[in-house]
């Protein structure tokens, strides 16, 4: 078993990868023939490594637990809705695009970009409380190290 969990280090890749797909769905506005398949291969990957860096999720939870108690219950919970969310429009912006495909139905682009972007600020929420529970319980460690070491 790993002394820490897999999910900090795999969050990285569905955050650039949604991100910079994100961006190219809006560059396909203008040049939809260069940057439309680039699009859509750029947020497929990055929703299926979302779904991979989900489900570590649960392992990362318990290493908190563990090694936290349940101070940031509240937050993780938090962190978990957002990410559900941000899984929720990444997965339907790369669903419609699928149906966009198959069935030649290119004004549904608009709403396409608009679930890539709700989908980044779910993402962007995910990794705020993400932060907070990483870098205020490194803080709280720190401290109580600190706080221990002057007192020997």
Request: hydrophobic share 50%; aromatic share 14%.
């Amino acid at each position: 078993m790993l002394s820490s969990p897999l999910h900090p280090l795999l969050v990285h890749f569905p955050i650039a990868l949604l991100l910079l797909g994100t961006v190219v769905q809006f560059l396909a506005i203008w040049k939809p023939n260069f940057f439309s398949n680039m699009a859509f291969f750029i947020l497929s990957v990055g929703f299926l490594s979302g779904i991979v860096t989900y489900l570590t999720g649960d392992g990362a939870e318990d290493f908190a637990r563990t090694h936290w108690g349940n101070a940031y219950r509240s937050v993780i919970e938090t962190h978990q809705a957002y990410a559900t969310a941000t899984l929720v429009l990444f997965g339907a912006a790369v669903g419609l695009r699928i149906f966009m495909h198959y069935f030649k139905k290119s004004y549904l682009l608009p709403l396409v970009l608009v679930l890539c972007l709700a989908g980044s600020a779910a993402l962007a929420l995910t990794g705020y409380y993400g932060g907070k529970m990483v870098y205020e319980q490194s803080h709280t460690v720190h401290t109580v190290l600190a706080t221990h070491s002057k007192a020997k």
